[in-house]
Every structure is written in C-alpha cells, then in structure tokens.
C-alpha cells in the first residue's frame, strides 16, 4: 500500500467516525422547545364559554394547531378554566 493509500484510508476513517459522532448526537439530542401538540381544557363550573369552545367538568382535548397565540392567551387568563398542555395528541 503507498502513503497516498493509507492517507485515503486514513481520511475514510475519520470521516466514518465524523458521521457515527454526528448520528449519535442526533439521537441523543432533545427536542427544542416544540409547543405541545395537545391542550387539555376544563372547566371549574358547570359550563364555560370561550374562543367559540363550550368547556365543562370533562377534559377538552384541542389540537394545538387549532389555536391561535390569541386563543390559548385567553384561555390562560379565564380563571374559571384549568389550561394544561400536553405532548401527545
């Protein structure tokens, strides 16, 4: 083997390594604080009106894709309503 063979070689390996060191970091790397795909809703009272929604004691799951900024500012600020978020929808 010439010493330009062994310096291809040599160059193979390390770009091989490169790659397993990126592919592992991608697997270990967290998401980047993706909104929650799901909003849970309930309501502290019978009935509760808001964003064009009807709440009650049962959870409302919205996908929160229907929402807008808007929508879940207002839900957060009724203090008649219990806003959680989730990751699963």
Known sequence: MTSEQ???????KTATSEQKTATSEQKTAK???????VVTVVAK?????RIGRQFGPVPVDIPAAELSE????RLHADPLLV???????
């Open 70 to 73: 808007d929508d879940l500012a």
């Open 45 to 49: 009272q019978a009935s509760r009106w």
């Open 6 to 12: 062994k310096t291809a070689t040599s160059e193979q």
């Open 31 to 37: 998401p980047k604080n993706r909104p929650p795909a």
């Open 83 to 89: 806003v959680t978020a989730g990751s699963d929808a």
